[in-house]
């Protein structure tokens, strides 16, 4: 027990380390001063450095080999800490640092490369970086070590326990059902025309429904606040300490608003773990996609449905008064209206997952070698025709779109797509349980649906697999119908 | 060489964890949620002990003794270096661990009661506290050992090679110089009213007037920004990021105003190290006291003379509407109206050194023994009385009012002084070389100012003792008479 005392310490003393690490990184993205950006990449990397070697260190090996020689001593949180600590540290050790530094100094070039290329619309300027990654990816993938694909083992640092044999009948399920009701959709929603909303929307007001909504749904902003960068996102920076940021559209304000829910959406997990296992894996998020479900659930289940919109639309009038000339019913469909378009962070929530399968379809075949570098446009754009209809104009609104590649991140988009089937399948559980009351505002707040998540997900931190909190949570093996179901009925619900 | 490539590098990195540390500090005034806190503080502890320890290692000390003995081979700059390292590693390992973790958590209890103290003005709820902090204190004199007095060992802290020899008389003939100043500033400054200026001044005005000046000063708002807080204060965090805060008072743009230009002194010269030395001492500041030489010489000699208010008039009038009815000579006299007052913080440029040079003669009672801490109160306030010529009503506006003592940081407050007499002795020799031109804007900047001090002061870091670089920089030791001086001239200078 001592042995586990000491690791606990060692691993709670660490995450200081990955705080301040986080710090400097939220710093980096809200207030840092533009010359201050070299100073601050090279501190970030000294600091990942020290995380590092505490995490790899043999004394942190012997410990751990004791805690799992003594098992039958520990209960059960105690043992799903030790199965997390062994899975992190055999993670990173599999890797050898000279690996680690190439592959983080091909990823620098690459990301200068990308967004060169990007602005210019030239794949020519990124191919060769690109296939650098692609290799690296894949020496990547042979140390970590896999089953049957490569792919395997990149998505598992992503998503534990996630794999192409579990992954692909599902996707292709879901494009499927997306295809199928794509057209009837896009028919119903563009009904109304795709400006209809467009005003004037000042930030402060913006600023202040985001804030009211954002308590609704149970953010603590004594743990936690809001702040304006280029992209959205939320970090933790301790037990009660979590960051979202949102930015704004003058002219839009469902760019703030569903920003905010989403990245709300993040936060109540990171609130919601249980305070007594702070600092150790019960309180840390358990996987991408099961993140990306919490987002996504408050975003779009909660935050696009009609409900939601009846419940919100006076006092929305009342920040925001140039909402006033348009009914609930109106601005619903204006936040569900359906489009196929070229860039997948624009993209509404029926083509989103086309984005993200295209993505996936073309990472595996690049993984497996099946896809040469040089022909990712020509196949990305044919692709693309094939199943969003419409003609990929350049690379910028297609293969060199998204930043992701460019770092390395290959496996990391299926995430996005797993957070949206989450996400369904765990709405569907919880209107089983909870009925209408799922969109109850009790005592001003979301309640109902709040402790519903609280204890079928956040609370668990990292004590399963992804997959089996899915089970736990939700009575069922993941299933692409949930999502499927879902959108289908919000499309039926709303109407003008 | 090798070594001192090596111990540079040591340092280097030292250095990202301490500005690390310094993030985390500037965050928790800035930014950090309420319950945020607690994660905090031991976050900052874990880091401070790693950076501690990374000073203390036995590796440093044989990397520093081998430098030394091989110095010859050093130039003037490496030889400098050295020297700062070996000080610092020297002073961090005469404290045992033991006694500074001791110290710490005595100074957090005293804190704590201080802070209740203060509010209910009941000095007994802080006195036992401040009785073991004090013999602590006298305990960490002991183990930094001293020549002559033990205050000598605590001011060497903040002010290296400052002794209570050298203070003593200089601090008297101030004194004596202000006191006979005084009745005459009251007299001149109190033709108008206290409240003269009271207006309403937006927020945003204020601090859009603010940046300006700062801009002026040449603060780079590429390596630097200005956020707020209940208390101002500066803090790099990067050679290229120096941050500043300041407090806004609606009907007071003063407030605002003049904590920038005082925040403002001190980021310049953090912005003022030579980039090649970033990472050694040779790009830190030499002591507080020169540090605050440079804040009060843009806060007080630039920015309450005569010339300032004529040159920025008229963009203060832009800025600040409220101001038209007064005229710059109103607005000079306002901003140093002199009336002895009994809080420190909010003292006028005259008094101000009263209220230090009576906390400096308790400190060195308390630390040579020779005051009981239960009669701080009565001293203190037959001492006020005698100073000021007002009665202190209670220990709130007395000996409580303070945060220094219940922090342990006993031999401080001297160097705020120290600042005014650095800052008046630089501003004569600054003068002497420039003429009229040292408030004179050259391209909307105080370029030639800025020139003089970085050449004389900022560029300088750590390479001398301050009473070197001040010898060096005026051709004179520290001499109380050019603070007297400035006094005087100023107060002539100024009239309706």
Not at 66 to 86: D, K, L
Not at 178 to 195: A, C, F
Not at 205 to 234: E, L, W, Y
Not at 275 to 302: C, D, F, Y
């Amino acid at each position: 027990m001592d042995d586990y005392r000491q690791l606990k310490k060692h691993f709670h003393e660490t995450g200081y380390l990955h705080r301040a690490i986080s710090l400097l990184d939220w710093d980096h993205e809200t207030y840092l001063p533009a010359k201050g950006v070299p100073f601050r990449a090279d501190q970030q990397a000294f600091l990942s450095r020290l995380a590092h070697e505490r995490l790899t260190s043999n004394r942190v090996a012997d410990l751990i080999a004791s805690c799992e020689s003594n098992s039958t001593a520990m209960n059960a949180t105690q043992q799903a800490n030790i199965r997390a600590w062994r899975r992190d540290r055999d993670r990173a050790v599999k890797l050898p640092t000279d690996f680690v530094e190439h592959f983080e100094k091909t990823c620098a070039l690459g990301k200068a490369a990308w967004t060169e290329a990007r602005r210019t619309s030239q794949f020519e300027l990124f191919a060769s970086h690109l296939e650098q990654l692609v290799e690296l990816s894949r020496k990547k993938a042979d140390y970590y070590g896999y089953k049957e694909h490569p792919y395997d083992a990149l998505m598992d640092e992503y998503e534990p326990g996630c794999t192409n044999r579990i992954l692909t009948p599902i996707f292709e399920q879901l494009k499927q059902s997306i295809v199928s009701w794509l057209p009837y959709g896009i028919e119903k929603t563009n009904q109304i025309p795709s400006n209809l909303l467009e005003s004037n929307y000042p930030i402060q007001d913006q600023a202040k429904f985001n804030t009211m909504v954002a308590r609704a749904m149970g953010f603590d902003f004594q743990s936690g606040r809001i702040d304006t960068t280029t992209h959205p996102f939320c970090t933790d920076l301790g037990p009660h300490d979590v960051r979202l940021t949102t930015r704004y559209e003058l002219k839009d304000f469902a760019v703030s608003l569903y920003s905010v829910l989403h990245e709300a959406g993040h936060g109540l997990y990171e609130q919601g773990f249980c305070p007594e296992h702070a600092g150790t894996p019960m309180a840390e998020a358990v996987s991408l996609g099961i993140h990306e479900s919490q987002s996504r659930l408050w975003e779009n289940k909660v935050g696009r449905a009609p409900e939601f919109w009846s419940e919100w639309y006076g006092k929305a009038c009342q920040c925001l008064p140039s909402l006033k000339p348009f009914s609930p019913e109106e601005i619903t469909m204006a936040v569900n209206r359906v489009s196929p378009s070229f860039i997948r962070v624009e993209a509404d929530e029926v083509t989103y997952d086309l984005h993200i399968i295209l993505r996936f379809e073309l990472e595996k075949l690049l993984i497996s070698g099946d896809l040469p570098v040089k022909d990712v446009p020509k196949v990305w754009n044919a692709r693309f025709k094939e199943m969003f209809g419409i003609e990929v104009p350049d690379d910028t609104h297609g293969c060199l779109q998204d930043i992701h590649w460019s770092m390395g991140g290959f496996g990391y988009f299926p995430t996005y797509t797993l957070g949206n089937l989450h996400s369904a399948q765990l709405y569907a559980a919880a209107e089983k349980t909870l009925g209408h009351r799922i969109h109850l505002l009790q005592d001003g707040c979301y309640t109902p649906l709040l402790d519903w998540l609280r204890s079928n997900v956040h609370q668990h931190g990292r004590r399963h697999e992804p997959a089996t909190l899915i089970r736990e949570a939700t009575g069922q093996d993941i299933q692409a119908s949930f999502h499927g179901e879902y959108l289908k009925k919000r499309l039926e619900a709303i109407g003008v």
